[in-house]
């Protein structure tokens, strides 16, 4: 029996109403199915648990649910206080979101990395939330746990698998091995006993994954196929369970066409002025060329991060644009070996339920020593100077982490604590960027403004990937031209993206997010705030994460 989640710390006393029991049971419920969702916003009585993933438990988990949203609906809303009705419209897709990838994605029938995406162990090695020994034993149940994960995962795949999936899921599993080896390492530090007791449950699980790996590239490699698509349908609901988006999504689609020729038009601009004898698409080529020439070493690449951490701080504060809750602290690390098939760079940030502390960890992927030096020498040009400022500020400074900080301290009832909007999280970062740009950052330099363009053409693609590739019948290389053309990436890096929208449709959260904010601040900054960029930030971000579709509600008063 898990202890009532109403008195964990950060939830703010919301006046009594009928659906403060049917909240609790949602919650708790939603957590039985993703125990690592919970560890991530700080909530550590859920430490060590792996989901049950087998069909018994989750048809059980889904007729629950649709029990829950049979209470839930039964709740009066016209009896409940201000602001619950929106917790009760949050508490719905709580549901209806993970149902729908049980039963209309099956993503578990069809996509192996929902057994290996649960094999991560980072969160109890990053934080001193707890002492080391009941860190080691949490990781040592996880990883006791593996070897029936995977063997969930063998009797419930279906046969013929779509070939990204496949590909994607080898890569993915090929890395926990040596992320299981870290664990050890991390708990012999601490104590030979406690290496020990790592050591002695590693051995299976790394067998399990291997022999999983195997079979993914062996048997289900030779009969995958090339479907993968949702279908419009069921793109249209992924809207709503996901984001409370009722708009269709060819709307969703003129919105992110429409950013995209904005800012070609002046990254077009801006090549001309500097290379005005050139055509539009040569000139575009030699500044692009300019920036990714001016990067750092391999050696210099973290070093080089944690400096520009500091520089977007003192950049924000200077600029008074949005509040900095203190104590703030974020330290540098290289990406996990796990972690680093998906990811160039990334922040952990404390969970809203945290004990740990409030500081945060910005992960940057760095170069591999096996690497050849052509393939060392293409990362760190992706990685230029200019980049990854761009991405600091993403993930750090006013972004992610700046965010998370604000989510942490609001008050909030639990649902808005546990609730987290992808597009409500990465559109606040990807309009960091944007935000960063016109309030000075770079004044003089038009390289910061062209890394920030191009990183915004790359989340516009994504955006209209995902709806062609899962709407429109797109093949990959159909995907894979669009980044090429119009986010000017070269092929290998291009085909990665293209890759990442066939399992990974909401990737149109980037530039989704970001538009719906510019949209409230057109309507709500002149009025409401007086225009005070500061004041509407604040207010925003106090939110917590809702979802987008949402926003006018919470501007207008409907759901504060």
Same mark, same amino acid.
């Given at each position: ?5 109403? +008195?964990?710390?950060?939830?703010? *006393? ?35 648990? !792996? ?6 438990? #989750? ?7 649709? =029990? ?24 719905? @897709? ?42 080691? =034993? ?11 994960? @995977? *063997? ?19 890569? !993915? ?31 299976? %699980?790394?067998? %399990?994954? +291997? ?5 993914? /590239? ?35 689609? $003129? ?42 070493? $391999? ?44 990811? #160039? ?12 502390? =409030? ?12 690497? #050849? ?5 293409? &990362? ?47 559109? &606040? *970062?990807?309009? $960091? ?40 019948? &797109?093949?990959? *290389? ?35 997010? /970001?538009?719906?904010?510019?949209? %409230? ?17 604040? #207010? ?9 579709? !949402? ?10």
């Amino acid at each position: 029996m898990n202890p009532p989640l109403r +008195t964990a710390g950060g939830v703010s *006393a919301a006046a009594a109403s009928e659906l403060d029991p049917v909240e609790e049971r949602i919650v708790q419920h939603l957590f039985e199915l993703q125990p690592g969702y919970a560890v991530f916003l700080g909530l550590h009585q859920y430490d060590g648990r !792996m989901p049950d993933l087998s069909r018994a438990a #989750t048809d059980r988990w889904a007729n629950t649910a649709h =029990d829950l949203l049979g209470q839930l609906r039964s709740v009066p809303r016209d009896r409940l206080p201000p602001g619950r009705h929106l917790d009760a419209n949050l508490l719905q @897709l709580l549901l209806e979101s993970p149902l729908f990838d049980l039963e209309e994605g099956r993503d578990l029938e069809r996509n192996p990395m929902s057994y290996i995406g649960p094999i991560s162990l980072t969160p109890y090695m990053i934080r001193e939330y707890a002492p080391a020994a009941a860190r080691v =034993d949490a990781m040592v149940r996880a990883i006791s746990a593996v070897p029936e994960l @995977l *063997a969930t995962g063998r009797r419930r795949l279906e046969s013929r698998l779509p070939d990204p999936f496949v590909r994607l899921a080898v890569a !993915m599993g090929s890395a926990i091995p040596s992320h299981l080896q870290e664990a050890e390492e991390f708990a012999r530090r601490r104590s030979a006993a406690l290496g020990d007791r790592v050591r002695d449950v590693r051995a299976p %699980a790394e067998a %399990a994954v +291997t022999e999983f790996v195997e079979r993914l /590239k062996t048997e289900y490699a030779a009969r995958a196929v090339p479907e993968f698509a949702l279908g419009p349908a069921k793109y249209q609901k992924l809207l709503w369970v996901r984001e409370g988006i009722e708009s269709p999504y060819s709307e969703v689609l $003129a919105a992110g066409q429409a950013d995209l020729d904005r800012n070609q038009r002046r990254l077009t601009e801006i090549a001309r002025a500097a290379h005005p004898a050139l055509p539009a698409a040569e000139a575009v080529s030699r500044v692009l060329e300019s920036l990714y020439q001016n990067h750092p070493t $391999a050696a210099g690449l973290v070093p080089f991060a944690q400096q520009l951490v500091s520089e977007a701080r003192e950049f924000v504060a200077g600029r008074d644009l949005v509040t900095i809750p203190q104590p703030d602290t974020c330290r540098v690390e290289e990406t996990p070996v796990y972690g680093r098939a998906l990811s #160039t760079a990334s922040m952990n940030p404390p969970g809203p339920f945290d004990v740990g502390g =409030d500081e945060g960890i910005y992960f940057v992927t760095p170069v591999d020593p096996a690497w #050849t030096p052509e393939r060392q020498e293409q &990362w760190l040009r992706a990685m230029n100077n200019e980049m990854l400022r761009n991405i600091t500020v993403h993930e750090v400074y006013p972004g992610h982490y700046l965010q998370f900080l604000h989510f942490r301290h609001a008050a909030g009832t639990l649902t808005r604590k546990v609730y987290l909007s992808s597009s409500f999280a990465e559109g &606040w *970062a990807h309009y $960091a960027e944007q935000l960063a740009i016109e309030s000075g950052l770079g004044a003089g330099r038009p390289d910061a403004e062209i890394a920030q363009l191009h990183d915004a053409l790359l989340r516009d693609c994504r955006l209209i990937a995902s709806i062609g590739l899962h709407t429109q019948g &797109w093949t990959i *290389a159909q995907a894979t031209e669009l980044f090429q053309r119009e986010a000017h990436f070269e092929a290998l890096p291009a085909e990665r993206e293209a890759i990442r929208g066939t399992f990974n449709p909401e990737y149109f959260c980037y530039t989704l997010g /970001k538009l719906a904010i510019l949209e %409230a601040r057109r309507k709500h900054l002149p009025g409401r705030f007086h225009g005070s960029l500061k004041g509407f930030h604040d #207010t925003l971000l106090g939110f917590g994460c809702p979802p987008i579709g !949402m926003l006018d509600a919470l501007f207008e008063g409907r759901g504060a």
